[in-house]
C-alpha cells in the first residue's frame, strides 16, 4: 500500500516553454502533498506543502508564480514549471501523507526535468 | 528551528561489514524520525521510521536503529553489508507543523567487493 506515482518520469523541454507534472496517490487519500526539488548530489529541498482544496504554502525563496501547484483532489497535485528556464532544470519528486500518518511521508519516482 | 546532520557525506564498507550511518537532531521534543534510502534518479523508500514507541527500530532489509534522546542520535545499522546496499541515505525528522519533514544531507553508501 501507500503507492505514489509521478508523470511524467523525464520531460525535455525547450527555455520558455511550461511543464506539468502530475503526482498521484495510489492506493489512499492524500490529505497534505509536499513538492520538493533535488540537485545532483544534494539534499531534497521543499518548495511547498499543498492541502486539499486550498492554496499551496510555499518555503521562503520559492517563486510562487513560476512554480504553479494545485492540489485538487485528495488523490492528485500537480505542479507546473511556468517559463522554464535552464536554471529550473533538476529533479523534482512529489510525496503525500494522510492524517494521522505520524508525519510519514509517500514519496513518487520522481521527474527529472531538463531545460534547453 | 529544527535540524538534522548526517555525519560523513560518504560511508565505503567491503561486503559482509558492518554498515553504520550516523544521524543527529536537533529538537527540544522528540521528533519522530525517519529514515529513507535513494537509489539514482529514484524516489525515497522508507526503511524505517521512529514514533516515540520502541526506541530500537527495525526497518527493511535488515536494517535497524536506535533512538537515543541523550545523544539526541538515530544512527543506522546493518550488521552486515550487501553490494544491492549501495545508494544514498537520508536522514529526516518531523514533528512540525503540517508534518513536515527536515532532512539530513545525505550519506552515500558505498559497499566493495
Known amino acids: 500500500g501507500a503507492v505514489v506515482s509521478q508523470h511524467p518520469s523525464r520531460v525535455i523541454c525547450k527555455s520558455g516553454t511550461s511543464v506539468k507534472i502530475e503526482c498521484r496517490s495510489l492506493d489512499f487519500q492524500a490529505t497534505t502533498m509536499f513538492w520538493y526539488r533535488q540537485f545532483p548530489k544534494q539534499s531534497l529541498m521543499l518548495m511547498a506543502t499543498s492541502n486539499e482544496g486550498s492554496k499551496a504554502t510555499y518555503e521562503q525563496g520559492v517563486e510562487k508564480d513560476k512554480f504553479l501547484i494545485n492540489h485538487a483532489s485528495l488523490t492528485l497535485s500537480t505542479l507546473t514549471v511556468t517559463s522554464a528556464h535552464p536554471e529550473d532544470s533538476s529533479f523534482y519528486i512529489c510525496s503525500a501523507s494522510s492524517a494521522g500518518a505520524d508525519n510519514e511521508q509517500f514519496f513518487g519516482p520522481g521527474t527529472r526535468l531538463t531545460v534547453l | 528551528a529544527q535540524s538534522v546532520t548526517q555525519l560523513g557525506s560518504h560511508v565505503s564498507v567491503s561486503e559482509g561489514a558492518l554498515v553504520l550511518l550516523r544521524c543527529n537532531y536537533s529538537?527540544?521534543?522528540?521528533?519522530?524520525l525517519f529514515w529513507y534510502v535513494q537509489y539514482p534518479n529514484q524516489g525515497l523508500q522508507l526503511l524505517l521510521k521512529?514514533?516515540?514507541?520502541?526506541?530500537l527500530v527495525k526497518g527493511i532489509n535488515g536494517f535497524e536503529a536506535e533512538f537515543k534522546k541523550s545523544e539526541t542520535s538515530f544512527h543506522l545499522t546493518k550488521p552486515s553489508a550487501h553490494m544491492s546496499d549501495a545508494a544514498e541515505y537520508f536522514c529526516?525528522?518531523?514533528?512540525?507543523?503540517?508534518?513536515?519533514?527536515?532532512f539530513g544531507q545525505g550519506t552515500i553508501l558505498t559497499v566493495h567487493p
Open positions: 529526516a525528522a518531523g514533528g512540525t507543523s503540517y508534518g513536515k519533514l527536515t
Open positions: 529538537s527540544s521534543v522528540p521528533p519522530y
Open positions: 521512529y514514533t516515540s514507541a520502541a526506541t
